[in-house]
């Protein structure tokens, strides 16, 4: 194979070779598939120190023995098809792999001109499932969420609750915060003269580089809960929600959320369930749907909501190279309405 035998040659970089002009791409899917990883890998901040190593692999494994001689304008579905059914006979999930690189490398191919850009990709779900003779799509299911108007009940019953737990918990439905975020923050997170919690981009949602850094503007509630369990000598790096030194685990909260559940039922209230989901109890992130749709009902602005759950703006295809502006003074308005929603019914 032309492309991988230069991948191995000493002192060949991966930028340098990708330098290659259109005019001289090989045509048969085996030669295209290590230039189209590198290509790639110029938008795609991989994590994954053996990217294209791992990748390649897919292809020698499942691509290649199928459809690798072939140009990408003559694969069919029924090759994705096969391709796919080599992983399934080894492995559980490998073949939604090979169908995501495999799409990937058409959409590739299109752009290179390979592909007529007209004609449906080979690896659409809709034709490759009468083939696979399965379904790979799954019905959309949301996270678990109570009515919003139940908020207030469920923090009156939280408040009552004294565990490391029971205060993360509450401090992430006073900030509409992920989970990740809440129970790996640190001390040195939070400026209290501005009254702001810094969310650095490790703790975001997102990975291969693409998450980013939150600012959220602390309600009154917040500030005080945090006053409260704030020791008298801080270490900057040491977590703020902690017993024993380590990190809490979702499995803590969602369990702590099941006892409120159970404890309301037992004393003749409805739980703390979503009815439009089979029942099911809340959980975490259930929570921040339910600060979301209180907003909305009030007639709040969509844009200063997306911008409270660090949502990235799915119309700006600058990537924020324009829209610069966070709303800051909005949003802790908003927060703090929501705050004081939350306590509502706190005696």
Same mark, same amino acid.
């Given at each position: 194979?032309?492309?991988?035998?230069?991948?191995?040659?000493v002192?060949?970089?991966?930028?340098?070779?990708?330098?290659?002009?259109?005019?001289?791409?090989?045509r048969?899917?085996?030669?295209?598939?290590?230039?189209?990883?590198?290509?790639?890998?110029?938008?795609?901040?991989?994590?994954?120190?053996?990217?294209?190593?791992?990748?390649?692999?897919?292809?020698?494994?499942?691509?290649?023995?199928?459809?690798?001689?072939?140009?990408?304008?003559?694969?069919?579905?029924?090759?994705?098809?096969?391709?796919?059914?080599?992983?399934?006979?080894?492995?559980?999930?490998?073949?939604?792999?090979?169908?995501?690189?495999?799409?990937?490398?058409?959409?590739?191919?299109?752009?290179?001109?390979?592909?007529?850009?007209?004609?449906?990709?080979?690896?659409?779900?809709?034709?490759?499932?009468?083939?696979?003779?399965?379904?790979?799509?799954?019905?959309?299911?949301?996270?678990?969420?109570?009515?919003?108007?139940?908020?207030?009940? =469920?923090?009156?019953?939280?408040? #009552?609750?004294?565990?490391?737990? $029971?205060?993360?918990? %509450?401090? *992430?439905?006073?900030?509409? !915060?992920?989970?990740?975020?809440?129970?790996?923050?640190?001390?040195?997170?939070?400026?209290?003269?501005?009254?702001?919690?810094?969310?650095?981009?490790?703790?975001?949602?997102?990975?291969?580089g693409?998450?980013?850094?939150?600012?959220?503007?602390?309600?009154?509630?917040?500030?005080?809960?945090?006053?409260?369990?704030?020791?008298?000598?801080?270490?900057?790096?040491?977590?703020?929600?902690?017993?024993t030194?380590?990190?809490?685990?979702?499995?803590?909260?969602?369990k702590?959320?099941?006892?409120?559940?159970?404890?309301?039922?037992?004393?003749?209230?409805?739980?703390?369930?979503?009815?439009?989901h089979?029942?099911?109890?809340?959980?975490?992130?259930?929570?921040?749907?339910? =600060?979301?749709?209180?907003?909305? #009902?009030?007639?709040?602005?969509? $844009?200063?909501?997306? %911008?409270? *759950?660090?949502?990235?703006d !799915?119309?700006?295809?600058?990537?924020?190279?324009?829209?610069?502006?966070?709303?800051?003074?909005?949003?802790?308005?908003?927060?703090?309405?929501?705050?004081?929603?939350?306590?509502?019914?706190?005696?």
């Amino acid at each position: 194979m032309i492309a991988v035998s230069l991948f191995r040659e000493v002192g060949c970089s991966v930028r340098r070779f990708f330098k290659i002009r259109d005019d001289q791409f090989p045509r048969d899917v085996q030669n295209l598939w290590p230039i189209w990883i590198g290509e790639y890998a110029k938008i795609k901040a991989w994590s994954d120190k053996r990217w294209f190593e791992r990748r390649m692999t897919l292809g020698q494994k499942y691509v290649f023995p199928v459809i690798g001689a072939y140009k990408p304008a003559q694969v069919a579905s029924e090759d994705v098809v096969q391709c796919m059914e080599i992983a399934m006979k080894n492995t559980v999930h490998t073949h939604l792999k090979v169908l995501v690189a495999l799409s990937q490398f058409f959409r590739w191919c299109t752009t290179k001109g390979l592909m007529n850009p007209n004609r449906r990709l080979p690896t659409d779900i809709d034709l490759i499932e009468p083939y696979l003779g399965m379904r790979l799509r799954t019905p959309v299911s949301h996270h678990p969420a109570i009515d919003w108007r139940e908020v207030p009940r =469920f923090i009156a019953s939280l408040s #009552e609750e004294r565990t490391v737990s $029971s205060r993360a918990l %509450l401090f *992430l439905i006073l900030t509409a !915060s992920r989970l990740q975020s809440v129970v790996e923050a640190q001390w040195k997170e939070f400026d209290f003269s501005y009254s702001e919690w810094n969310v650095p981009a490790s703790h975001m949602k997102g990975k291969q580089g693409n998450n980013r850094p939150h600012e959220v503007p602390l309600s009154t509630q917040a500030v005080q809960l945090l006053q409260a369990i704030r020791p008298v000598q801080v270490h900057g790096e040491s977590l703020v929600f902690t017993k024993t030194g380590n990190s809490l685990s979702g499995t803590a909260l969602r369990k702590l959320i099941r006892k409120l559940d159970e404890d309301s039922l037992r004393n003749g209230g409805n739980g703390f369930r979503d009815v439009a989901h089979d029942n099911r109890v809340a959980v975490t992130h259930g929570f921040r749907a339910a =600060f979301a749709t209180w907003a909305q #009902e009030t007639g709040e602005d969509v $844009s200063v909501i997306e %911008l409270c *759950l660090a949502h990235v703006d !799915s119309t700006d295809k600058h990537n924020g190279a324009y829209r610069r502006g966070r709303m800051m003074q909005r949003r802790r308005l908003l927060l703090q309405r929501w705050a004081n929603y939350c306590f509502s019914e706190v005696r």
